[in-house]
């Protein structure tokens, strides 16, 4: 039973515009969720987090947002660059489970020149 | 820019052998953990160490084995490789023990077994 879930598992954007990679997770008791990028033959990188007692958190072109009633988080990159080619992957954990990641199966994301 | 390494980062090698994943931290994080990802799928948890002489099992079963001897080094031996251990094994490291710290991860070990 996947806990947390990224239904695309790709996303094509073009240069400049915006990209937005969803995820929904189903156990009510995270509370601690993060974003990591994963290049091809590299691990993954830490991108950006949110607790659950906020909304929204903004990193320069990167922001997500959480939506608790939904159950839902999204990743905001604008604006988007090629550089920003890569495989995202989106993780919740919580306090009960000694701070332990459950990780989604990742978006990847392709921006077009 | 984390720093934890982890060798080889590419191994073929034939069934029944013993295999041994090296991954070494210089951070001094008391937490590292074992990840198993197979392509297009999500990393599952395998083993994790919340310090020296401290190991527990992930959320995935796994017939693979750790140590934890020394704080930087946490290794992740398979005694008797058979196909189905063919994978990509990441390892990764965290600090404190209350505080919501990211999790940093080494580059990883693709494992095929023939």
């Known amino acids: 039973d996947q806990q947390v879930k990224q239904n695309s598992p790709s996303l094509s954007v073009q240069e400049g515009r915006i990209s937005i990679l969803n995820c929904d997770y189903t156990?009510?008791?995270?509370?601690?969720f993060l974003w990591y990028k994963k290049y091809p033959a590299e691990g993954p990188t830490f991108l950006i987090s949110?607790?659950?007692?906020?909304d929204k958190n903004e990193d320069g072109r990167f922001t997500v947002f959480l939506n608790k009633s939904a159950k839902h988080l999204s990743l905001h990159i604008v604006p988007s660059q090629p550089g920003d080619s890569a495989v995202y992957f989106c993780?919740?954990?919580?306090?009960?489970?000694?701070?332990?990641?459950?990780f989604g199966s990742g978006t990847q994301l392709t921006v077009l020149p | 820019e984390a720093d934890i390494y982890q060798t080889p980062r590419y191994l073929v090698i034939g069934t029944g052998k013993k295999i041994t994943l090296e991954c070494s931290q210089t951070?001094?994080?008391?937490?590292m953990y074992w990840y198993q990802q197979d392509p297009g799928m999500e990393l599952h948890l395998i083993h994790y160490s919340y310090g020296v002489n401290s190991t527990e099992k992930g959320d995935l079963s796994s017939e693979s084995t750790v140590s934890r001897i020394r704080t930087e080094h946490f290794p992740l031996t398979l005694e008797s490789a058979r196909p189905s251990h063919t994978s990509q094994y990441l390892c990764?490291?965290?600090?404190?023990?209350?505080?919501?710290?990211?999790?940093?991860f080494g580059d990883g070990t693709r494992l095929s077994i023939l």
């Open positions: 951070m001094g994080h008391d937490k």
């Open positions: 993780a919740a954990t919580s306090s009960g489970s000694a701070r332990q990641l459950t």
């Open positions: 949110i607790s659950s007692i906020k």
């Open positions: 156990n009510s008791m995270f509370d601690y």
């Open positions: 990764a490291s965290s600090e404190g023990s209350y505080s919501n710290q990211p999790q940093h």
